[in-house]
Structures are given as structure tokens and as C-alpha cells.
């Protein structure tokens, strides 16, 4: 299918519509089309193939149209007499489209002032073969793999180089995406962070930190990316956290974020009145690299009444059963949850839908899952913007078909309306 649109200009013959035909093209003509292409031998895809030869007759007729627009008459017509410019033959120029390389001829009138809009001068690609190498690298394919793609599939010759020059179009766009204004208010707000390879001088590991909102109407909006120098560190949050209030960001009723040290005052620097909440798989993970992998089944059991408890203080009841029994063992454990227990406890006082959206960042995590598999295949990236590009193409190709929205407002609605009650009608008056 050609994925470019032809100008309303174009002088292309269209057919009658049969009555009942919503739209498109009338279906008999298509069959005649095709009876007539296995009469003469020729292929349905291809090189010379039936497509092809369709896309090629499509664009030139609108490209004659568009020239016809430039000029103000059309060919032959007495009108032209006189008028200071006039047709001056054609030339070839092969495009590559989604159904293959296409040769063309491109009217041109006598002062080269005529600009086609369809085939723009010096364009050799038509706009669905860049959207196909966006779609592709946002996946997770390589510039080689994209390129061995294209041949196989196309029979277009595309460059690696030339894939990068495509992919830096979004450039602009993600830097427009990163500054965007945001929403006065949000209930949560989900903090981590995914390591990249990144080649400075030597190849090392640097962070990319995401922060993913909840919005007060229950969709998920990805605030922004910002690509961090070393190890994963609250200064570094401090600074996201200040741009994203300085975005219009006034007030967060929770953040769920990992334990990382100062993590929590930063928050609070930024939003007093935001509450700070540990997630608990991050708690359960750290838990497990203190203990023996053959224990670790009988220490999540062991766990699940504490962070399951209805209130604190229960929660601190199970808490000792847990020390009395495995605190002589591993130590480490029961001082990882004694440091993390201020943040940890919060999410206990809320009501059961709260607690079921915000004990873990799971919302955060699937996210980082696709952006991991979009960054697994370069093994490395040359510099930072080329490691947020990709990141930033795989994030914006997380639900193409806009069912995950659906889910997440209908996931979400419950747990707002206990957000609404809890917090005093902070997001209601968000709203208004």
C-alpha cells in the first residue's frame, strides 16, 4: 500500500462509486486490474510488479496535476499562450516507496520555478519508507538490520547512514516533547532508572532516568528523559524533579520510587506535601541479594504478611516474627527494611485500591522492559543523544493501537476515586 497522500490538485481519474461503497476504490475495477496483470504475466509485488506500476502511474498523474496548479492551465490548452512559462519535458528519478524502488517522470516547466510538494526536489524516499524505519528501529532492529530488512523485503538500497539521518528527524520532535508544558497535579508519579552502554571514551554504563505519571483522568504519560553521568543518584533526581515542576508540576499526592538514599528528601524538596512511597519489589529484590537462592521462596513467604498487613502496626508485628526467625541468618535483610521502613509503611494507612497501584512500580517497570529490549540489540551507543533517540523511539511506540489506554483508565478508576477522598480533593480541584 502506498502510504503517501496524493494533492487534491492531482488530475487522477476517478471512477464511479458504486452506492454501496462507503469509500475507496470501486472493487470491479481493482478485479479488472488484476485479471489484466495474470493475463500478462506480471507479478502482484516486486520490481515491475503490479503495485509498483500502480504507485508510478498514481504519483506521475499527480504530479501532473500539481504542475498544472503551478502553471494555471492545463497541457495543449490556448490559455498557456503567452503566459512566460510553459511544460519543459521530464526527467527520471527512481524513489524508493514501501512497495519498492519506483523510476518516475517528473514534469518540469521552462523557469524551474515549479516545486512539487508529492516528490519534493531531491527527494529520494517517500514518506512511509521513514515512517517503516522509525517503526523498525523503535522495535529494536539495528541500522544493519533495518538496512538488510529494506533489501530483502523491498529491494531498496538504504544506507545505514542514510537510516541515521532518517531516525535524527525526531530529534527535533523529542526535544519538543521534552519541554512540553504538564499537568498542574498528578496522583503518582513513578521514579527509576534504565543503564545504557554509552561509548565516552570507553564504553560505560549511564542511566536514563524515567519519570512516568499517572494523570488525573487515569492514562499513563511519560514525563520526560534525561541521560544521567555515572551511578544512579538523588542529586541527579533533584535536578529532574526541579524541571518538572518548573514544567507546571505544583503538586504530586505520591511518588513511588526504589530506596535509593536521599531519593525521598529530594521529593519532598521539590513537593512538601508529597508522600514518599518505597516500592516493595524493589524491597523483596534487595532482600534476596542478601540471601541464599535456597532460601529465597521461604523468605518471600516469610515477607508477604508484612507488607500485605492492614495497618502499621501489624505490619511491625510480622515484622519481628520475620527478625525472630531469620534475623540471626541474614542480618543485612532485617536492616534493609528498618532503613526503608518511614517509606515503606505509607501505602498501609490507604485504602485497598490505593494500595493495589502503588505498592510496586510495576506501572514503570513494564515500560523499562520495552525500552531494555529496544537497547539490548546496539549493545552500545556513540554518545548520549543517540542512546535518548532510542530510547525515546521506543517509548513513543509503546501502544500503537491505543488499547493499553483503555486498560489503564479502566485499571485506574477505583484507585482515583480513592486518590480523590484520601487527598482531600486535590485532584477535583485539578480538574476544575
Not at 502499621?312 to 508485628?317: N, P, Q, T
Request: with cysteine.
Amino acid at each position: 500500500m502506498m502510504m503517501t497522500d496524493v494533492k487534491a490538485g492531482a488530475q487522477v481519474a476517478k471512477p464511479d462509486k458504486p452506492a454501496d461503497q462507503p469509500g475507496g476504490v470501486d472493487p470491479e475495477l481493482i478485479g479488472r486490474l488484476v485479471a489484466q496483470a495474470r493475463e500478462q504475466g506480471m507479478e502482484l509485488t516486486g520490481e515491475g510488479g503490479l503495485l509498483a506500476e500502480l504507485t508510478k502511474r498514481v504519483l506521475e498523474s499527480a504530479l501532473e496535476g500539481e504542475l498544472t496548479d503551478h502553471l494555471g492551465y492545463d497541457r495543449h490548452d490556448a490559455a498557456g499562450d503567452g503566459s512566460g512559462n510553459s511544460r519543459n519535458g521530464k526527467r527520471a528519478k527512481t524513489v524508493i516507496t514501501d512497495v519498492g524502488p519506483v523510476t518516475i517522470e517528473v514534469p518540469r516547466d521552462r523557469d524551474a520555478s515549479f516545486e512539487p510538494k508529492i516528490v519534493r526536489k531531491r527527494q529520494r524516499r517517500l514518506s512511509g519508507v521513514d515512517e517503516m524505519v522509525l517503526s523498525l528501529s523503535a522495535k529494536g532492529l539495528t541500522h544493519g538490520e533495518i538496512s538488510a530488512h529494506l533489501a530483502e523485503v523491498y529491494g531498496a538500497q538504504v544506507s545505514k547512514q542514510t537510516i541515521s539521518t532518517i531516525t535524527d528527524k525526531v530529534i527535533d520532535g523529542m526535544t519538543e516533547w521534552q519541554n512540553r508544558p504538564l499537568d498542574a497535579v498528578y496522583p503518582v508519579i513513578f521514579l527509576d532508572a534504565v543503564h545504557v552502554k554509552i561509548r565516552d571514551g570507553q564504553v560505560v554504563n549511564r542511566p536514563i532516568y524515567v519519570a512516568l505519571a499517572v494523570t488525573g483522568e487515569g492514562t499513563r504519560d511519560i514525563l520526560g528523559l534525561w541521560a544521567g553521568d555515572g551511578a544512579e543518584g538523588a542529586k541527579f533526581w533533584l535536578h529532574v524533579l526541579t524541571e518538572l515542576r518548573n514544567r507546571g508540576v505544583g503538586d504530586v499526592c505520591m511518588v513511588v520510587c526504589d530506596g535509593l538514599a536521599g531519593l525521598g528528601d529530594a521529593v519532598t524538596a521539590t513537593w512538601p506535601r508529597t508522600i514518599v512511597q518505597t516500592c516493595i519489589v524493589h524491597l523483596l529484590r534487595g532482600s534476596f541479594r542478601y540471601a541464599s537462592r535456597a532460601d529465597w521462596a521461604a523468605i518471600a513467604k516469610a515477607l508477604k504478611p508484612v507488607y500485605t498487613a492492614p495497618t502499621e502496626e501489624a505490619a511491625m508485628e510480622r515484622f519481628m516474627e520475620f527478625t525472630e526467625a531469620w534475623g540471626a541468618k541474614y542480618p543485612a535483610i532485617v536492616r534493609l527494611w528498618e532503613n526503608a521502613w518511614a517509606e515503606f509503611v505509607p501505602f498501609l494507612n490507604f485504602d485497598v485500591e490505593i494500595r493495589k497501584v502503588v505498592c510496586s512500580t510495576n506501572a514503570i517497570e513494564s515500560v523499562n522492559a520495552r525500552i531494555r529490549r529496544a537497547v539490548k540489540a546496539r549493545g552500545h551507543f556513540p554518545n548520549e543523544q543517540a542512546a535518548l533517540k532510542c530510547v525515546y523511539l521506543a517509548i513513543m511506540a509503546l501502544d500503537p493501537t491505543g488499547k493499553a489506554r483503555k486498560r489503564w483508565i479502566t485499571r485506574w478508576k477505583a484507585a482515583l476515586n480513592a486518590f480523590d477522598i484520601t487527598f482531600d480533593g486535590r485532584l477535583s480541584a485539578a480538574r476544575n
